[in-house]
């Protein structure tokens, strides 16, 4: 049993800290944000570098891993969750663009169950070679490539991390643009499939530009042509795929949502908050060594933007035919 002077003692402690200014509000104000996926991504990472920027303008802000199921058990978690302002999530090409025409039904409505704040980056593909292919059939180009692909059908073939991902369905866009045939080699996971590549498996991939880089620099994956409308800045000369397939556009995106019913102040300070975040200095130099463009917006502006992926992805979906349920 404790001394009376003990018990005196710590409710003192208690009373004192609980006048202490801003005690209650630090204890009722943390901020998560949800990221879907296992710790060490680049989604993770990304959500790291801004919950400490924006320490200053929305206090304690914490990052919690719900990984699973394609990332729907963590974006499920933030529909579910009060609409506060005080639990966030991190909505992405898959969660977004593909999954609602990918799975036959989802544990959240993307749609109706969040409140857009910022979009916040984009990272280009780049669709990659592999380079002693390339040279043994003399593709120097997307040019190149096209014409051999028709020429000789059938004999090209490309990989990816899995039926449905975004680099198949990359993949299957550009056979239905350039009009040529190709075979899908599914691999399980990006990195299998960028070994796979390496290897002399496959032909050619759709890849992330921050995966594909190193070996692009060394030589060893040749880079035919980026996938975003513009130009990427780290790989400035080679030239887009629109500019040979027009309206050809496809990038690695992510962004900050809340449950829907958010109040609309509260969506703004975040907005803000966030958004000032990406512009800063430290957050650009931060994000550019994962390759990725800071891409901050309005509420309105990222949810147009989803509503846009959406539509296109529903599209890309049907034209690989991808099933996963």
Do not use: C
Request: hydrophobic letters at 45%.
């Amino acid at each position: 049993m404790l001394h009376r002077r003990q018990l005196i003692t710590r409710s003192a402690l208690v009373s004192a800290s609980l006048a202490l200014p801003g005690f209650v509000m630090a204890q009722a104000s943390t901020t998560r944000i949800i990221v879907p996926f296992a710790a060490g991504g680049p989604i993770d990472v990304t959500a790291r570098i801004l919950a400490e920027a924006v320490k200053g303008a929305l206090g304690t802000v914490i990052v919690e891993n719900r990984p699973g199921a394609g990332g729907n058990i963590g974006v499920s978690a933030v529909a579910k969750a009060a609409p506060d302002g005080l639990t966030l999530g991190i909505a992405t090409t898959a969660s977004h663009g593909i999954n609602p025409w990918l799975f036959s039904k989802l544990p959240y409505d993307p749609a109706k169950d969040f409140a857009p704040i910022t979009q916040m980056l984009r990272v280009p593909n780049v669709l990659v070679m592999n380079a002693d292919a390339a040279a043994r059939l003399n593709i120097n180009s997307l040019g190149d490539l096209i014409a051999y692909g028709k020429a000789n059908p059938g004999k090209l073939n490309y990989g990816s991390g899995g039926n449905g991902s975004a680099g198949h369905l990359a993949g299957e866009l550009f056979k239905n643009q350039a009009g040529i045939f190709a075979v899908h080699i599914p691999y399980n996971g990006g990195n299998p499939a960028q070994l796979g590549l390496l290897s002399g498996q496959v032909d050619f991939n759709f890849d992330n530009l921050a995966t594909a880089a190193a070996n692009i620099r060394s030589g060893k994956l040749k880079a035919l042509a980026v996938t975003t409308a513009q130009r990427s800045g780290v790989v400035p000369d080679v030239p887009t795929v629109a500019a040979t397939l027009p309206g050809f556009e496809i990038d690695t995106w992510w962004g900050l949502i809340a449950p829907a019913g958010t109040p609309a102040d509260t969506v703004r300070k975040l907005n803000t908050a966030f958004g000032d975040a990406l512009k800063s200095p430290e957050v650009k130099s931060r994000f550019a060594l994962l390759l990725a463009e800071p891409a901050p917006n309005t509420p309105e502006q990222f949810g147009d933007f989803m509503n846009r992926e959406r539509a296109k992805y529903e599209r890309m979906v049907k034209l690989s035919g991808a099933k996963v349920d």
